[in-house]
């Protein structure tokens, strides 16, 4: 009796976690996202959460992250979450760009993807390595989410009960966030040859299908509902949030997930290993 | 009733602007390997490459144990050695093989002695704990055999198996493929006539995507005429010729190339030719290399005439 489906996703998944953790390219790739991070949030991060503490200390009506258009970040009790949240609504989705692009492509070229469809589904295949893909990320946004924890504990650490909450939430968002743009890079992944054509791809489809659907939303705006179709088009508006609040608009990544998702699917199943 | 393990119905494949397969019908029972030849762009690595699910036909249907290729009940009972693939450079050999064992449904300690077992049978123990890009072309190739066996899968696909082998690992590959006959049916593609002649009773010869069915083995039913093939060391030809052309119930000789001489004969009129011949290299102190019944397989398939 062959394995089931969610059995097949499992060994996939796990895979492609080693070949995140447990390879030397993978390795490298860690090491450059860790070192990028520390610097983040032992520079921009750490000094712009001081300066929040500082301007809510003085209770000043209007400081310089206001200026700068970043006032929402007032509505998280922690300074540090709030810098962090919008630091890291930029970062993932790139991060995710470039981490999710070789989901098929480079194992499909090579011909390795002909081994493993001699033995599971090509359905099983392509929601494996996504699931897979997602599972490293989900591990990189908690590690980035509990450091930002850790430096908020460490200037204040009577923070360490009340902050649980706000950080879960930081987490299940972000992981919602990179979701669409993880969905894309399997989709394109699924298509063309190399990560670098699919990251390519990316951001030409990103940048026109974006620039299209505003072009057409300002002249009709009946058609502004399309704007649901761009990964990322919630991001603006999830700065403004904050907490709970983000996950009112969580139907907008699941949706664009589930869509690009099924073309990618489409694709898998056609192509020609 | 015995159903067959292959079934394709008016099967057709075009790549842009070129025709790979046309309406290609066949069906195959399991059994003894079958060789799959032709020439250069016949159609061969179209036609397993379908077959495994790596491709999707233009028309026509195939059934494998009646089930379409790739589907998930075919899961660890059809393998393949695809031509060209490689594996992932990332991981070593035994992680691979470990892996696909899994997907095959093996918990992990069977998977790892099932992975064990595979690279043994091809000598391929000492590369066991290597990465993929430091073996040598023969020792990947060997590695790409080996997963085909996993699990010991009832229907295997070799594409080109032996080329690029050292003599020594093609009798290797000879001996595995023929333990397992009895379990597993093996489909050959290769262009080493010989090897194939060694392994296959049967042949798919593909011409401009068209197929027909060869039987390799002489027929046992009385023929009108019959062939033996005698490969001579260096000798006149022409005085060979002449001298067995002589011979009651000879019917033609020719010499399709050079030092080898095919003998068409009547057994009605002399059924022992065999030692005819042989009398007869004797008395000229010729001497000769192989003497074999009937055609070689290119003969039969490549020369017809």
Known sequence: ?273 | MKSPIIQCQQLSHAYVGKVALSNVTFELDAGEPVGLVGPNGAGKTTLLNILSGFLRPTSGQVRLFGHSPGAVPLNGKVSALPQDARLDPSFTVTEQLVFYARLQGMARQQAMLEAGRVLDAFALKEVAHEKPPVLSHGMAKRVAIAQALIGLPALVLLDEPTAGLDPVNVRTVRAVIAELTSTTTFIISSHDLAELDRLCQQVLLLENGRLQIETIREDEQPAASRFITLQMEPCPALDLMASLKALDGVVQVTNPQKNEFIVEYNPGVQLNMDQLLMQVIHSHHWHYRQLSHGKTLEEKLFFKG
């Open chain 1, 1 to 273: 009796m062959p394995p089931g489906f969610f059995n097949h996703l499992l060994l996939i998944s796990l895979f492609e976690l080693k070949r995140a953790f447990a390879t030397r390219r993978g390795l490298l790739s860690l090491i450059t996202f860790a070192v990028v991070w520390s610097f983040i949030l032992l520079y921009p991060l750490r000094f712009a959460a001081e300066l929040l503490a500082q301007e809510k200390s003085l209770k000043q009506d209007f400081g310089f992250l206001d200026f700068i258009g970043l006032w929402s970040i007032h509505n998280w009790p922690i300074p540090e979450f709030g810098v962090f949240w919008q630091v890291a609504l930029m970062i993932f989705p790139i991060v995710s760009i470039t981490l999710a692009a070789d989901q098929t492509c480079s194992d499909r070229e090579r011909g390795t993807l002909r081994f493993i469809v001699l033995r599971s589904s090509r359905d099983r295949v392509f929601f494996g390595r996504f699931a897979g893909v997602m599972l490293i990320q989900a591990l990189l946004i908690t590690a980035a989410a509990f450091s930002t924890f850790a430096l908020a504990l460490y200037r204040d650490a009577t923070l360490f009960s009340s902050a649980w909450p706000d950080l879960l939430a930081l987490i299940v968002n972000l992981i919602l966030v990179v979701l669409p743009f993880t969905a894309l890079m399997a989709t394109l992944s699924a298509q063309v040859k190399s990560a670098r054509q699919a990251t390519l791809w990316a951001i030409l489809i990103w940048t026109f299908l974006a620039g299209l659907i505003n072009g057409f939303a300002y002249y009709l705006p009946a058609l502004a509902f399309l704007k649901l179709l761009i990964p990322g088009y919630q991001l603006t508006e999830l700065t403004q949030l904050s907490g709970w609040q983000t996950l009112q608009l969580a139907y907008i990544p699941l949706l664009q997930s589930f869509i690009l998702l099924a073309f990618g699917r489409w694709i898998m199943a056609r192509q020609a290993l």
